[in-house]
């Protein structure tokens, strides 16, 4: 079988690409920039091309059919509507990554599933991911366009270590003030759940729902099913580093209330307490015994009945040593053009929280 990824080499996707790249059953093709080509597996083809130049798409890709496009870097609709144009007479089924913040915000019940209406009137990323699930089930509707909808949670990987608070440099300051015994924000009293997924246990559910035509039509949330506080987060990475978490618990209203333009789901996502009660179980070692599990009946065949996922307590140690040493690689570059102080340490946070900073951290916290 053949598939197409747009993107395929972020914190979600690279880790569907590997997998695809060991099974033979599967013929890869990626169509992206090539920005990080360099991590794309040998036997996976890639095709370096703007998606948005529909001409030189068309060109790239002329003779051939799939079984599965997967679309990883869709946000809105005119993005979506371009994949319509591209692929409706050449592929089987195309699976579009939503989002898990599309569900209705404020929650009615803390247990959220796929029949969860959909409605965020706090982040616009969340409407226009709404806005493309509608675009993309009238197409399915009206003219049998094969669509899967997904909406993951909050995934990880090993670039990319799962913080509620960060700057726009993303973890890796927040690590490096751990490292330094210097404190670090935890919303709220940190006690709020959370699920974290790990992207290659994501891929699991991915995978089983390629070229699976009874995905077609439906929606699925992809999650794993564990579930932490942030202040149990906060630890896992403070004891893999080997050091003292020094927490400052900060009020998740005066975060939001203080973030200079940041994002909601940076700033208002986290803090709330949800379960997802995915119908896929990542961890099942058999189908579904109630029956009732939607995914794990379409994906047990195709996993095996392997499992094989592990916590975030057992990985901490791995992703904090990957996250270290890919950081040495970029600090001869970012420092050269980046002020130190605005990639190290509190620099970002300054510049995102400037009230919140100035009333908790002492200047050479923050701009040390």
């Known amino acids: 079988m053949r598939a197409l990824f747009i993107g395929g080499t972020g914190t979600i996707s690279s880790a569907i690409t590997r997998r695809l790249a060991k099974d033979p059953s599967w013929e890869l093709w990626l169509i992206n920039r090539g920005n990080r080509a360099d991590t794309v597996p040998e036997n996976v083809h890639q095709i370096v091309c703007d998606i948005n130049d529909e001409d030189a798409v068309k060109k790239s890709l002329e003779g051939m059919t799939f079984d599965c496009v997967g679309e990883f870097i869709g946000f809105t609709v005119d993005q979506v509507e371009r994949d319509f144009r591209l692929f409706k007479d050449f592929t089987k089924q195309y699976i579009y990554i939503s989002s898990a913040s599309a569900y209705n915000k404020p929650a009615a019940s803390y247990i959220i599933t796929e029949g969860t209406s959909l409605a965020n009137p706090y982040w616009e990323y969340s409407r226009n991911k709404i806005a493309c699930e509608e675009f993309l089930m009238k197409r ?17 990987d090993e670039r990319s270590i799962p913080l509620g608070v960060h700057g726009k440099n993303g973890s890796w300051q927040v690590i490096k003030r751990m490292m330094d015994g210097k404190p670090v924000i935890i919303h709220g009293d940190g006690e709020s759940l959370w699920h974290l ?4 246990d994501f891929a699991v559910g991915y995978t089983a729902l390629m070229g699976n035509r009874h995905a077609i039509g439906e929606a699925f949330q992809i999650t794993g099913d564990e579930v932490l506080t942030w202040n149990q987060i906060y630890q896992t990475i403070a004891d893999a580093l080997g050091v003292e978490l020094k927490a400052y618990h900060v009020s998740s209203e005066l975060l939001k209330h ?11 996502e986290p803090f709330l307490v949800l379960a997802f009660v995915a119908e896929l179980d990542l961890l099942d070692d058999g189908a579904g015994e109630d029956g009732d599990d939607k ?7 195709h996993r095996g009945g392997q499992g094989g996922r592990r916590d975030f307590q057992n990985r901490g140690g791995e992703l904090v040593q990957v996250h270290e040493a890919d950081h040495d690689g970029q600090r001869q570059q970012r420092v050269r053009t980046h002020r130190p102080d605005l990639f190290f340490g509190c620099g970002n946070l300054w510049h995102s929280f400037p009230s919140l900073c100035s009333l908790f951290y002492p200047a050479d916290i923050c701009r040390a």
């Open 258 to 268: 203080d973030g200079d333009g940041q994002d909601p789901a940076a700033l208002g």
């Open 197 to 200: 997924t790990f992207n290659e």
């Open 140 to 156: 399915y509707r009206e003219d049998g366009f094969p669509v899967t909808i997904v909406r993951p949670s909050h995934t990880y």
């Open 295 to 301: 995914v794990d009946r379409l994906a047990y065949q």
